[in-house]
C-alpha cells in the first residue's frame, strides 16, 4: 500500500472519530440531562452512544495502530486489538437490549410498567457490557492466531486487511520487509502489531461474525417485526365500530407512539447492519477461501463500520423527536439563543398526528 493510500485512510478514520467524539457525547449529556430521556430504552440508547464514543476515542485510534504502525510485544498486541473488538459487541448487545425492551412494552404493557424501573435498565446496561468485555477478551484466554498458527507461518499481512494465515498474500497486500525471514520473534520481544497475527480469523468468523452479529440481528429483525404486527393487530382491533371515549383514544395514541419510536429504532439496527456485513462478509470470503480481496475493499469496510457510529447522533436527531428538542435545547444553552418549543396544539407531527402523539 502506497503512502497516499494509507494517509488518506488514516486521514478518514480522524475525521470519523472526531464525528463520533462530538456527536456520541452530545448525544449522552442530552439523554442524561433531559428529564424525560431517563426512561428505560432511552438508558438502552445512553449504552449504545457510549459504546460509539468508545468508537472513536479507542476503536479507530487501535485500529490505526495494529495496522503495522508501532512495535509492540505479543501480549500488548493481543489486547490491544481484543479492546478494538469491544465497542462492536457492547453496541449488538445494547441494540438487542433496546428490541426486547420496546417488544416487552407492546407484548405486556401494564406488567412493563409496574416491574421495569430506571434502576433495572442500568442493571441490564452493566450486564450487557460485562458480556460484552468477556466475549472481546477471548482471545487472552487463548484463542489466538498464536495459538492455531505455528510461528514461521503467520502472514505478515496488514491488520485492516484480516486475510488467513494459511492463504496467500494479495499481490496488493502490505508485505512486511522482513517477511522473508521465517523465523518469529520471541513473544515478549517486540515487533511491529498487527492485527491478523494474534486475532485467530475462526474468532472473527464463527464467533464474532456468527454467534455475537449475525444471530443478535436475527433475533432483532424477528422481535421489531412482532412489534410491528402486534402493533397493526391491536390497532384494528380498536378500529371495530363501538369503540369510543377516553381510554380508548389514549390506547391508540400509546400504540401509535410505540410504532413510531418501533420504526425509528429498527432504522439505527438497520444502519448498523448494514454497516458492518460487508466487512464479516469480507473476512468470510478470506476465511473459506474465496478470491483475494483487496487491501482497499478491507479499508472501506472499516471506514463504514466506523462512520456508522458517527452516524447514529443524526438519526437519533432526526427520528426521535425528544432527543432532537434535547439537541435544540442545549444548543440555545450553548449558543445563548432562545428556543422555544411551539404549542403541543399548534402543530402536527410529520407522521400527521399531534405532537401530543409525537412525544416519543
Not at 512486511?176 to 494474534?198: E, I, K
Not at 397493526?232 to 410504532?259: C, F, I, M, N, V
Not at 480481496?293 to 425528544?322: C, E, K, T
Amino acid at each position: 500500500m502506497g503512502l497516499p493510500q494509507g494517509s488518506l485512510y488514516t486521514a478518514l478514520e480522524l475525521l470519523i472519530a472526531s464525528g463520533c467524539v462530538l456527536g456520541n457525547a452530545a448525544a449522552i449529556a442530552a439523554l442524561r440531562r433531559t428529564e424525560r430521556l431517563r426512561e428505560p430504552t432511552f438508558c438502552f440508547l445512553a449504552s449504545l452512544a457510549a459504546a460509539d464514543l468508545l468508537v472513536g476515542c479507542l476503536a479507530i485510534p487501535l485500529a490505526v495502530l495494529v495496522d503495522g504502525r508501532v512495535e509492540t510485544s505479543a501480549g500488548a498486541c493481543l489486547l490491544s486489538s481484543c479492546l478494538l473488538i469491544l465497542p462492536t459487541l457492547a453496541s449488538v448487545l445494547s441494540l438487542l437490549s433496546i428490541a426486547v425492551d420496546r417488544f416487552l412494552r407492546v407484548y405486556a404493557p401494564l406488567r412493563y410498567r409496574r416491574s421495569v424501573t430506571e434502576q433495572h435498565s442500568w442493571l441490564v446496561v452493566a450486564a450487557c457490557w460485562g458480556t460484552a468485555v468477556l466475549l472481546s477478551f477471548a482471545p487472552l484466554l487463548g484463542w489466538n492466531q498464536q495459538s492455531t498458527v505455528p510461528p514461521a507461518a503467520r502472514s505478515p499481512v496488514s491488520s485492516t486487511s484480516p486475510v488467513s494465515s494459511t492463504s496467500p498474500v494479495s499481490s496488493t497486500s502490505p508485505v512486511s520487509s522482513t517477511s522473508s525471514n521465517s523465523s518469529s520473534p520471541p513473544p515478549s520481544a517486540a515487533a511491529a502489531c498487527r492485527f491478523t497475527d494474534v486475532i485467530s480469523m475462526s474468532y472473527l468468523v464463527y464467533f464474532t461474525f456468527f454467534l455475537c452479529n449475525l444471530l443478535p440481528l436475527c433475533t432483532m429483525a424477528l422481535l421489531y417485526g412482532l412489534i410491528f404486527r402486534i402493533v397493526r393487530g391491536s390497532l384494528r382491533a380498536r378500529d371495530t365500530p363501538g369503540r369510543s371515549g377516553a381510554p380508548h383514544a389514549e390506547s391508540r395514541r400509546y400504540l401509535k407512539r410505540e410504532g413510531r419510536l418501533a420504526a425509528s429504532l429498527s432504522q439505527v439496527l438497520g444502519l448498523f447492519a448494514l454497516s458492518w456485513l460487508p466487512l464479516h462478509l469480507m473476512n468470510c470470503v478470506v476465511k473459506f477461501g474465496g478470491p483475494p480481496v483487496p487491501v482497499a475493499a478491507f479499508h472501506v469496510g472499516i471506514l463504514l463500520s466506523h462512520a456508522n457510529s458517527a452516524v447514529n447522533p443524526v438519526v437519533y436527531a432526526f427520528r426521535i423527536p425528544r432527543i432532537r428538542q434535547a439537541y435544540l435545547k442545549m444548543w440555545s444553552q450553548a449558543t445563548g439563543r432562545p428556543w422555544f418549543s411551539r404549542p403541543a396544539s399548534s402543530h402536527s407531527s410529520d407522521n400527521g398526528t399531534s405532537s401530543k402523539d409525537d412525544k416519543l
